[in-house]
């Protein structure tokens, strides 16, 4: 059985649930120590991320985010919050990979 769904409602739908995971992280962090404490740093200047586009290929689905900060600290490329989204995506979407677009300030 195929089930089709247009790239707009797919793109809106990775959104929502990317931005879930995401409140899900400022909540965990709460709980995060010392040794976490450029990642909180990085998560708390994170005001939003939107995906800006998906490309759905044969085997998998590239989401490219847009990350919006107050300001972007020294040494930071917002890598490890990636990781950690794409990481808990693949729960839902096995077969996805998230991508930075572009960092916005």
Not at 31 to 54: A, D, F, P, S
Request: no cysteine.
């Amino acid at each position: 059985m195929d089930i089709k769904i247009s790239k707009e409602k797919l793109k809106k739908t990775l959104e929502k649930l990317i931005q879930s995971e995401f409140e899900l992280i400022k909540t965990e962090s709460d709980e995060w120590g010392l040794g976490e404490m450029q990642e909180l740093y990085e998560l708390q200047t994170i005001t939003k991320i939107e995906v800006n586009y998906i490309n759905v290929l044969t085997e998998s689905i590239e989401i490219y985010i847009d990350i919006y900060v107050e300001h972007i600290p020294k040494y930071t490329d917002y890598q490890d919050i990636r990781a950690e989204l794409d990481y808990r995506l693949e729960k839902w979407f096995p077969s996805t990979n998230i991508f930075i677009n572009e960092i916005i300030e």
